[in-house]
C-alpha cells in the first residue's frame, strides 16, 4: 500500500517536473508579442489618412493614428492645433462623418492595444500563461478594429475632399497606412493563439 502511495506521488511529482519544464519554455511567445505590441504603438505614427498627390510624390496632408486619436479622445476634430495634424481641414471639414467613426474605431483598436500590453506584461514576468487567451482576443478585436480604420480613410475619397479640396485634381488620391498595424496586431493576435494553444496542452500534462 506504502509502495502504491510512493508510486502515485513519484508521477506526480514527474508530471509536475514536465509541466513546470513545458511552461518555461512559454515564456518565449508572450516575449515575442511584447516585442510585437512595441512595434504597433510606433505605427500609430503613420498616416491614418492622407492625401497624395502624385505629381510631387508625396501627401498635401495628412493625419497620424495619435492625431486620430487625440482628436476623438477630446472631441476636438475642428481645432488646428499641430497635436491633432490636419484633422481640422481637409478631414473634418469635408468628411465629418467619416473622422467621427474613424476616431471611434481608433480609440476602440488603441484600448484593446492598451489592455493586451498590460496582460502580456503579466504573462512575461508573472508567468501567468492562461493570460495569453485574453491577450489573443484583444488581438482580434484591436485587429478588426484597425482594418475598419483602414476601410474607413479609404472611403473618404466618397466625400468632398478630393472633388472639393483638390479640385478635382487627378494626381490626387486618399491613402491610409492603417492596414500595416492592422497586419501587425494580426501576428501579435496569432502568436497569442498560438501560446494559449500549447498552454492547454501542456496542461494535460497534469492529468
Not at 497635436?83 to 481637409?90: Q, V
Not at 492603417?178 to 502568436?191: K, T
Amino acid at each position: 500500500m506504502a509502495n502504491k502511495k510512493y508510486r502515485e506521488e513519484r508521477i506526480k511529482e514527474e508530471k509536475q517536473r514536465k509541466y513546470l519544464l513545458a511552461c518555461g519554455k512559454l515564456t518565449i511567445y508572450p516575449k515575442i508579442a511584447l516585442a510585437i505590441a512595441i512595434a504597433i504603438i510606433l505605427c500609430f505614427l503613420l498616416n491614418w489618412a492622407s492625401v497624395y498627390n502624385k505629381d510631387i510624390r508625396a501627401s498635401e496632408v495628412g493625419v497620424s493614428g495619435f492625431n486620430v486619436l487625440f482628436a476623438a479622445l477630446t472631441g476636438n476634430y475642428s481645432k488646428a492645433e499641430k497635436i491633432y495634424g490636419d484633422m481640422a481641414i481637409p478631414f473634418y471639414y469635408y468628411a465629418a462623418d467619416h473622422c467621427r467613426a474613424l476616431g471611434i474605431f481608433t480609440i476602440i483598436s488603441f484600448a484593446a492595444f492598451a489592455l493586451s500590453s498590460v496582460f502580456t506584461l503579466i504573462a512575461v514576468f508573472g508567468k501567468k500563461h492562461i493570460l495569453n487567451v485574453v491577450c489573443a482576443c484583444l488581438g482580434a478585436i484591436e485587429t478588426i478594429s484597425l482594418i475598419i480604420c483602414f476601410v474607413v480613410a479609404l472611403s473618404m475619397k466618397n466625400a468632398a475632399i478630393l472633388s472639393t479640396y483638390c479640385g478635382g485634381n487627378p494626381a490626387c488620391s486618399i491613402r491610409s497606412w492603417a492596414i500595416i498595424p492592422a497586419i501587425v496586431s494580426a501576428a501579435y493576435a496569432v502568436i497569442c493563439f498560438i501560446a494559449t494553444f500549447k498552454f492547454l496542452k501542456i496542461r494535460n500534462l497534469l492529468k
